[in-house]
């Protein structure tokens, strides 16, 4: 298999598939890597969230609305390890995911359960995924033909079987795909929550990515203009059935609209210069400690221009001219609350909360199954004792006034061993200190204290002790200390 | 008559003796300030001085006040917006050495390094700012730097104890102006300085202007030529 995959890298695609779905020269590795995948994935996970137990796990475990340039970021490495030319990282990467996706379980509001790691359910997200590619080609005036749908759908396939042991349940061929998808959009996906969430909270209320995050006037200001047009795109996409049921009525002109986005976004990618619009290089743009996956010396130009032409931009955008957000160097226990502790944004601090941080560093770290239960049992230890001291009504979750009333609480001889399994995992090589490597694989980003050399020079003599490293993580999680590189794993949007 | 320097360092002293004989606050000296930096800077590069060094903010000055250390702060922020773009398009790189504080608030360790991403490719002039400096800190830091990559004694010679200070590819200093007629190192780039010359104007700093640069310049040129004591200018102090 892998010889047959790598001699596949070296002659590029063909016409009937190459014997690796996945990978260089796929139609997926190649979509997945351009930056109007973005359409794609905006528009399933709308499809997704109309899916009761889906739009049930996204609603109380997902930290997308309260985090979606995070979550963003997460999803695209993701999705690009699973394409990944090493099948071994693909199948990493499927396990971890797996592994993830089975502690996101619960209750909907009607009492019935969910499981992110449901057969069926997960059939569905890669469902849309694939309808909304094929879509996306439609509308944008590139249709597939039959083969190349075919190829298409197999690689797909390949996708899911990745992560299930039987292959998952997405039907053998594309005839019998139809069906399932009619009967799906008709029969299962439902008038949900998080759908509503999306489009009305998501898109209108989306954070600033890191690039505009201390200029939330201009971000608002972008906003106001282009959220009601994404969201009438995206509407205007949607199965018509599904759009009724949503009780979502369809603006006059939108369908023209939508055809103009979805085509401009193929001139794009066919007329601007390849690296413009590849998907790592927006993400560059919009977060300037984006790292993409592959090396890709041909991008680094660009993407020294991109991150010049944020920092200009920054720059220049005026500071707010009162107190700015972020001036001060302690936080008050109610910001603390709402921009680190309350990751799901539901105004409360629960499980899947302390759960999405235990998540974030365990995708950062990318760990294996051992590490990652001593992180989500340090975490829930963590929470054991947060729910004993802080939650006074007993309600199973803790408001920012209880949290306000008794934070002084948080240091828990639990929260310390939570510092300590994170030393112990970030600390990879066990030498007993973090060093540079080790440090941004976890904050993504160099040593905070040392902003400067403008990333030419090697600081490659910095280290970081466990005491020093328990001291800062304490100092952040209780004295409401601010720090450039816990804000930007926990608070950043 | 010698060239150009080629790296020029300024410690910029008198802020508050600026402003007390105005009988102003200390942190006006420090607002007056930024139009001699901004002179300096242009008369460096017109001069064609490829690198200049400021220093700005000592390791020691955290023990001032904190409201002036405050306004200290927001007035660089302030000063790095204002010209960060003008600085660029006249191909000046902007570096800064320190800056390893905690307490140097995250929105300027932001904008700092923004304006060093931005100018870091320029190769006209490079400025240096020394922001939360010292010249032992340095020192210590390049030696600790040494010993972790485990350089052998024999091995330690001057230049490469030199290549693990922070931005080894920073020439050394050949003339130090310090403002205010005060006459101290104040552990001002130690290892860099070795062999630079000295003046000490004796004007304020806020007062500095392109024309005392000037001064200064000529005063360098000619000192070589007429190397074996000849009287220096008014404007700088005792020299040696």
């Known amino acids: 298999m892998s010889d047959a995959a790598s001699a596949e890298t070296d002659d590029g695609t063909t016409p009937t598939g190459p014997a690796d779905p996945l990978g260089p020269g796929s139609m997926l590795y190649e979509l997945s890597h351009q930056a109007r995948w973005g359409l794609v994935a905006t528009r399933a996970i709308v499809l997704e969230a109309a899916h009761p137990q889906i739009g049930a796990a996204l609603i109380t475990n997902s930290t997308f609305v309260a985090h979606p340039w995070r979550r963003l970021h997460n999803t695209v490495i993701s999705t690009q390890r699973m394409v990944d ?3 071994q990282v693909r199948h990493r990467e499927a396990a971890r995911l797996n592994r993830l996706h089975a502690r996101i379980t619960g209750v909907d509001a009607e009492g019935r359960p969910f499981n992110a790691a449901d057969p069926e359910a997960r059939t569905w997200v890669v469902a849309t995924l694939f309808e909304s590619t094929v879509m996306m080609r439609r509308l944008s005036g590139q249709s597939l033909d039959g083969p190349a749908l075919d190829r298409l759908y197999a690689e797909f396939r390949a996708f899911l079987a990745l992560m299930e042991p039987d292959g998952g349940k997405l039907p053998p061929t594309l005839r019998e795909f139809w069906h399932y998808y009619d009967f799906m959009v008709n029969e299962r996906l439902e008038n949900t929550e ?15 990515p890191p690039l505009l995050r201390d200029r939330p006037a201009v971000w608002a200001a972008g906003r106001a203009l282009v959220s009601p047009v994404a969201t009438a795109i995206t509407v205007a996409s949607l199965p018509e059935t599904l759009r009724i049921r949503l009780g979502l009525s369809e603006l006059p002109g939108t369908h023209t609209l939508m055809h103009t986005a979805y085509v401009s976004t193929r001139l794009a990618t066919q007329l601007l210069p390849e690296a413009w619009t590849r998907l790592d290089t927006v993400m560059a743009m919009l977060d300037p400690a984006y790292a993409p996956q592959t090396g890709g010396d041909a991008l680094s130009g660009l993407r020294s221009g991109a991150a010049k032409a944020g920092a200009l931009l920054r720059l220049l955008t005026p500071v707010p001219g009162t107190a700015a957000v972020g001036d001060s160097t302690v936080r008050s226990a109610a910001r603390f609350f709402s921009e680190v502790l309350d990751q799901t944004g539901n105004g409360y601090l629960d499980w899947p909360d302390v759960a999405a941080m235990a998540r974030e560093i365990a995708t950062r770290l990318d760990l294996d199954a051992a590490e990652e239960d001593r992180l989500f049992t340090a975490f829930a230890d963590w929470w054991k004792d947060l729910q004993r001291e802080l939650d006074s009504d007993s309600d199973g979750r803790i408001t920012g006034h209880e949290y306000a009333a008794a934070a002084a609480a948080m240091t828990s001889p639990a929260l310390i061993k939570v510092a300590e ?13 973090i060093d540079t490597q080790e440090y941004r694989d976890l904050f993504r980003t160099a040593f905070n204290h040392n902003p400067g050399n403008g990333g030419d020079a090697d600081n490659s003599d910095e280290q970081l002790k466990r005491s020093e490293f328990v001291r800062r993580f304490l100092n952040f ?17 | 008559m010698r060239g150009m320097p080629r790296h020029v360092a300024f410690v910029m002293d008198g802020n508050g003796r600026w402003a007390a004989q105005r009988l102003l606050p200390r942190t006006a000296g420090h607002m007056a300030a930024e139009a001699a930096v901004i002179d300096v800077i242009e008369a460096a590069h017109t001069a064609g001085v490829e690198w200049l060094s400021l220093y700005a ?15 200290l702060m927001r007035l660089v922020r302030r000063a790095i917006r204002k010209h960060a773009l003008a600085l660029h398009m006249r191909g000046i790189r902007c570096r800064f050495l320190g800056v390893t504080d905690p307490r140097i608030p995250p929105w300027l360790a932001r904008d700092i390094a923004d304006l060093m991403v931005l100018t870091r490719d320029n190769r006209r002039m490079t400025l240096t700012v020394a922001f939360d400096h010292g010249g032992r800190r340095d020192i210590v830091e390049a030696a600790r730097s040494l010993i972790r990559d485990g350089v052998p004694p024999e091995e330690v010679t001057e230049e490469s104890f030199a290549r693990h200070l922070p931005h080894p590819d920073m020439p050394e200093v050949d003339l130090v102006i310090r403002t205010s007629g005060e006459q101290r190192i104040s552990n001002f780039m130690l290892w860099q300085v070795a062999y630079a010359e000295w003046m000490f104007p004796p004007v304020l700093w806020p007062d500095f202007r392109a024309a005392h640069f000037r001064e200064c310049l000529d005063t360098y040129q000619r000192r070589d030529r007429r190397f074996g004591g000849v009287q220096v200018p008014t404007v700088t102090g005792k020299g040696l």
């Open chain 1, 85 to 87: 030319p090493d099948e």
């Open chain 2, 57 to 71: 903010f000592s390791t020691e000055n955290w023990r001032r006040p904190a409201v002036e250390v405050d306004v």
């Open chain 1, 421 to 433: 399994v994170l030393f112990d995992v970030t600390d990879t090589d066990n030498d007993e200190t």
């Open chain 1, 194 to 208: 998080a759908v509503h969430v999306i489009l009305d909270r998501l898109f209108t209320q989306v954070p600033a």
């Open chain 1, 477 to 493: 999680m209780t004295g409401r200390q601010h720090s450039g590189a816990y804000d930007r794993l926990f608070a950043q949007s």
